[in-house]
């Protein structure tokens, strides 16, 4: 099973960046599918999850700001967030939601000016 994250990088406060995860070796349409992120210091968290019929849900902390979305065809989920802000600043991980395989890499989103 692999779960690559990708699309980080440095954004300025107020900023838009676009993540996406692409999937392999899982019956990918059969799993609710997350993105978490870890900050320094602190623990990995659930910000967004989509059901395979597309409901979605997030943390309060992002509700508003990032839209969670998925295609079951190319087995890949993304992650729009727009209006970011310095505590956005974590790496993003996607995974099954509840977690069921390893971490894969993630990919780290800074957020400064």
């Known amino acids: 099973v692999q779960l690559q994250a990708s699309g980080g990088g440095l954004v300025q406060p107020g900023g838009s960046l676009r993540l996406s995860c692409a999937a392999s070796g899982i019956i990918f349409s059969g799993y609710i599918m997350g993105w978490y992120r870890q900050a320094p210091g602190k623990q990995r968290e659930l910000v967004a999850h989509?059901?395979?019929?597309?409901?979605?849900n997030y943390a309060d902390s992002v509700k508003g700001r990032f839209t969670i979305s998925r295609d079951n065809a190319k087995n890949m989920v993304f992650l729009q967030m727009n209006r970011v802000n310095p505590e956005d600043t974590a790496v993003y991980f996607c995974?099954?939601?509840?977690?069921?395989?390893?971490w894969g890499k993630g990919t780290q989103v800074t957020v400064s000016s």
């Open positions: 989509i059901t395979n019929v597309g409901s979605t």
């Open positions: 995974n099954s939601v509840p977690r069921y395989y390893n």
